[in-house]
């Protein structure tokens, strides 16, 4: 089964400095059929005025990822870490048994990112972040791992989880094997999730599916998120 949601359906709060679309219930918007996917908890599509940015404060048992699609974002937090990310690249941040940190735009243009909460399978470990560089020359025939539970990816987090991600360069068409449930996010373009138009914004939520088609109308760039998808985390 797959789920579209449209960039002009999504949740949005737009506070001036901060201008925010939620794919699942957050904050202030709450919708009782957008609460999660498995393990997947937040998609916030933000979009952060320049010099400004999210103050310090805390998480617990929570794996936040942020990839950066335009401009970038600087890092500070409790556990002495600093560190910029720009578009194209990844942060991680395991809040386990507790962490604070702040998210600036110390650019002079605006910063466009999205930020993605999924659960963890332990808790209360040690607090960790750590920043990754990918390359950015368009993909053919898979999209490149950012992210997953595997040590020795990239990235790593505290759950059994994939991010993929890649720049599909118009007419490329593609095949994506899925292992549990999926979220398909089009960052930029428009193109066809197995043979659905879409456009930049927009979301799908894939459930019970082995693989799913993605054919770039336009250049585009698009992440896949996988979790297992075991349980609605709440």
Known sequence: M???HAYEDLGNANHG???????????????PSKLSHGELLVINDDII???????THGHNDMEIITYVRRGAI???????????????NVQVMSAGSGIRHSE???????????????????????????????????????LTLLVSGDKQAPLWIHQDARIYA???????????NIKGKAYVLISEGEMQVDG?????????AISDETSVSLS??????????????????R
């Open 17 to 31: 400095w901060l201008n925010a679309h939620y794919h699942f219930s957050f904050s202030e918007y709450y919708d």
């Open 196 to 204: 659905i138009e879409c456009k930049r914004g927009d979301g799908f």
């Open 216 to 233: 770039a109308k336009t250049d585009c760039e698009v992440l896949v998120i996988e979790v297992p998808g075991l349980s609605e985390a």
């Open 104 to 142: 600036h735009n110390l650019e002079n243009e605006e910063t466009n990112l999205y930020q993605i909460w999924i659960a963890p399978n332990q808790q209360g470990v040690e607090p960790r972040w750590d920043l990754a560089e990918f390359p950015k020359e368009p993909v053919t025939d898979r």
């Open 49 to 55: 005025a320049p010099q400004t940015g999210f103050a």
């Open 2 to 4: 797959i789920v579209k």
């Open 166 to 176: 890649g720049n599909l360069n118009a007419g490329t068409e593609l095949t994506h």
């Open 74 to 88: 600087s890092h500070e937090d409790s556990q002495g870490n600093k560190g910029r990310t720009s578009a194209g």
